[in-house]
């Protein structure tokens, strides 16, 4: 059963930057879609940012347009998140999305804290 698996959240402090990464368990077929989503406490999960294998289709949320960047290593199966100028609005779970061939997979989620 292949799983994703993330890495790199933390604690930082607002205006400060953080890393997400994300991959498979064990080799897939390619992804077509992998995402980035969030949830804060007793909020709703909510898409963060997205990106399709070609390329062709990159949305991201208003609240972290030209903060955040979603890339892809398509040779590895993997999405990163480069998240900059952090704002404490921005503490949440993050979980990684991915799909392919009907299936849909989610990470286990990984905490971002931004405080002083």
């Known amino acids: 059963q292949v799983q994703l698996v993330e890495s790199g959240g933390g604690l930082v402090q607002p205006g400060g930057s953080l890393r997400l990464s994300c991959a498979p368990s064990?080799?897939?077929?390619?992804?077509?879609?992998m995402a980035w989503y969030r949830q804060a406490p007793g909020k709703q999960r909510e898409l963060v940012a997205e990106?399709?294998?070609?390329?062709?289709?990159?949305n991201y949320a208003d609240s972290v347009r030209g903060r955040f960047t979603i890339s892809r290593e398509n040779a590895k199966n993997t999405v990163n998140l480069q998240m900059n100028s952090l704002k404490p609005e921005d503490t949440a779970v993050y979980y990684c999305?991915?799909?392919?061939?009907?299936?849909?997979?989610w990470g286990q989620g990984t905490q971002v804290t931004v405080s002083s």
């Open positions: 990106m399709t294998s070609d390329g062709g289709t990159i």
């Open positions: 064990r080799s897939f077929f390619t992804f077509y879609r």
């Open positions: 999305y991915a799909a392919a061939l009907g299936r849909m997979l």
